[in-house]
């Protein structure tokens, strides 16, 4: 029985999700000049593409359905074997779906619309012409005898360059001889691609000299309107528009896009591009690209300080003292804060890179005038080598980070060049990271104690809780290896968290046992002061809560989180201070020690790192920085913990100099509860 379908005097069509035409009524079919739909749609099914005139319409129209579900007046040029010559059609469809939305086939229709298509066109054309000579109002316009190269222009023409009536000639080399040397080609070819009928009108944007020699910026229209018999232009017309100011604009945009504002260099976008092409160079000389990633040591010091415009003067200048390292055909770049990376596009071989590195090691570690400051700094640098390392950007900058990752873990101030292990090295640390998520819920942390001694009664009445990590698979996990990983990854709020309950739990348990006075010290990390859990109790609170004096818990933290002057960081070491929990200063002498930094809050402790303790020696330059420290922590109120003691005659020459408190092998290693309350047990 015959449907609508077959009756409409439009083209109608249906297909499958997937594209293929299913049906077309006889509108359709007769379009395209087929006698019967089989013919059609084993034509249309066979090359579908080949339908439109441009391809890309059919991807278009599949792309708006799938996104709107329906699309109308979709207008396209297309063809049909059976045809001769190109029609227009319109196209109307949709997508026809089931009750659960599942796309079950597309419909629509499609009518031929090449009569009033052309007649649009050749109506639109007429009114572009007459809309180039209504917008000249205000801009030069030219009129130009292509075959004899008369050309006129108008006053305001000659005026948009300074120049007078009479001072440019009735000739086209007037103006187009006075074109930037750059712009000359592309204008030609604009002309020549309107001239043969590629382009109806004729645009173009180039530069021109001025009559006092700056250049101006012009967008140039024009048409030719009229011909020889053989189709040869005769006669063209134009405008030209001042666009300098526009052009100017476009110019500080495409800057701001792709150089720091800060130091002037290119930035993360302007630094991919030129190592993309460097590396082409690279692979047609043959030649050894080297990536640099340099970072400043110890700056965020410098901002705390001295304050962020200062901090921004010394980033200046370092930017400055890196690009005077290399050469005029190398990229130094910034990538945000205090990181540059460098492509050395010229240093071939090791050595040449290395005295590069050197220099610029020894550059940055110069004092830096800030105002009527002076500050050091230093630097770590990683390199990857190209193609040695890798042949890929991405896989290039991944290196060399790891390189500046080893580079700072070895004590910084100096360079370090990628190698294998580097990368397994980072793996594995991508591994624990991932295993250090479930390692809290899974129970794989144990806390273990290290006894405090009192050094004049050998009495313990302190210990140090130390996490440990034990992997079902790896085993021991040291802390030198996941704590960073934990603080990187913000992990350490939560595991910080749960050491300071169980030590908490635990120093409940010992203080019914070895007297009111015993004390834990937990470390807590600087990321848990920058990222508190807003939610959770403060460790004051809780120890109430749990019926604990506040003296119960004595906090470590290290010498860094002094230097930060946010209020938020003060605010929580005063609160733990006015619960009454102890604040102990660790690796005392290894970081920025000052008089300043430790008035910003009461310190209870300052423990001496176990660098200075491990070389104790009568006389020795240690013995009388301990000797200092000591006295330097008593004259302030506070007593002194020295860390790493492992001999007897390390803990005699502590106790001459006044030392409260010794930690280290000598008196214990760090113990499970168990082996700690045996030890205790031993313990006069």
């Known amino acids: 029985m015959s449907t609508l379908f077959e009756f409409l005097p439009i083209g109608a069509y249906r297909t499958n999700p997937s594209g293929a035409v299913l049906r077309a009524n006889s509108a359709l079919v007769r379009m395209n000049g087929y006698e019967t739909e089989a013919q059609w749609l084993e034509a249309i099914n066979t090359d579908s593409d080949a339908w439109y005139v441009d391809p890309r319409r059919r991807k278009e129209l599949r792309e708006m359905l799938d996104r709107d579900g329906a699309i109308i007046n979709f207008v396209s040029e297309v063809q049909s074997p059976r045809r001769s010559g190109q029609i227009w059609v319109r196209e109307a469809a949709h997508a026809v779906r089931d009750a659960d939305g599942t796309l079950l086939y597309y419909e629509g229709t499609i009518e031929d619309i090449t009569a009033n298509h052309l007649a649009q066109l050749a109506l639109t054309q007429s009114e572009e012409r007459w809309k180039l000579a209504l917008e000249s109002t205000g801009d030069g316009v030219w009129d130009w005898y292509v075959q004899t190269g008369v050309e006129f222009y108008s006053r305001r023409c000659k005026e948009i360059y300074g120049f007078a009536e009479d001072e440019v000639a009735d000739r086209s080399d007037a103006l187009d001889g006075r074109t ?3 712009d000359v080609a592309q204008m030609q070819r604009d002309r020549e691609t309107h001239f043969t009928g590629k382009a109806e009108t004729y645009t173009n944007e180039h530069r021109i000299l001025c009559k006092d020699g700056s250049w101006k910026w012009v967008l140039t229209r024009g048409m030719v309107i009229s011909r020889d018999a053989q189709g040869q232009p005769l006669r063209m017309i134009g405008t030209h528009t001042d666009i300098s100011a526009r052009k100017e604009a476009e110019a500080q945009v495409w800057k701001q896009a792709h150089f720091d504002a800060l130091t002037g260099l290119p930035n993360r976008r302007m630094l991919r591009q030129r ?5 082409r160079r690279s692979q047609q000389s043959n030649q050894q690209l080297a990536i640099l990633f340099v970072d400043l040591d110890h700056f965020k010091e410098v901002n705390d300080t001295l304050g962020h415009d200062n901090g921004d003067l010394l980033l200046v200048q370092a930017a400055q003292r890196i690009f005077d390292c290399v050469g ?5 770049a910034r990538m945000g804060g205090d990181e540059f990376t460098v492509v050395l596009c010229e240093a071939q071989g090791s050595e040449q890179v290395e005295a590069i590195l050197h220099r610029m090691l020894g550059s940055l570690a110069s004092a830096f005038p800030l105002g009527a400051e002076q500050v050091f700094v230093s630097a770590s640098i990683g390199v990857a080598l190209y193609p040695q390392n890798a042949t890929l950007v991405e896989e290039l900058l991944k290196h060399a980070d790891q390189a500046l990752y080893v580079a700072k873990g070895g004590g910084r101030n100096r360079f370090s060049f990628f190698t294998p292990s580097m990368q397994e090295t980072a793996q594995l640390r991508a591994r624990l990271a991932a295993d250090l998520r479930l390692a809290l819920s899974q129970q794989q942390f144990e806390l273990v104690y290290q006894p405090i ?6 009495g313990v009445h302190k210990a140090e809780a130390l996490l440990r990590w034990h992997h079902p698979q790896r085993g021991a996990v040291s802390p030198a290896q996941f704590i960073p990983i934990a603080e990187s990854t913000g992990l350490i709020i939560a595991i910080g968290e749960w050491v300071f309950q169980q030590a908490a739990q635990q120093v409940a348990q010992w203080r019914t046992r070895y007297g009111v006075d015993f004390q834990i010290s937990v470390n807590k990390s600087p990321v848990q002061f920058h990222r508190p859990d807003k939610n959770q109790q403060t460790w004051g609170a809780q120890l109430q809560s749990m019926g604990l004096d506040g003296t119960s818990i004595a906090v470590e933290i290290t010498e860094g989180l002094l230097l930060d002057t946010n209020d938020d960081v003060a605010q929580q070491l005063h609160t733990l201070r006015a619960a ?11 970081g920025y020690s000052s008089l300043t930094y430790l008035q910003r809050i009461d310190i209870d402790f300052i423990k001496i790192d176990q660098s200075f303790v491990c070389n104790l020696k009568p006389a020795s330059t240690d013995l009388a920085v301990c000797k200092a420290i000591i006295l330097l922590a008593h004259d302030l109120g ?8 492992e001999t007897a005659e390390q803990r005699d020459l502590l106790v001459a ?3 409260d408190f010794g930690q280290g092998y000598l008196f214990a290693r760090p113990m499970a509860v168990a082996a700690f309350e045996d030890y205790m047990g031993r313990t006069p």
């Open 275 to 279: 190592l993309d092409n460097a590396i």
């Open 580 to 590: 009454g929990i102890a604040i102990s200063l660790d690796d005392f002498g290894t």
């Open 453 to 458: 001694v009192h050094l004049a009664s050998g």
């Open 180 to 182: 930037h040397p750059d």
């Open 328 to 332: 005029v055909n190398d990229t130094v």
């Open 638 to 645: 506070m007593r002194v913990v020295a860390e790493g003691v």
């Open 657 to 659: 100099a006044g030392c």
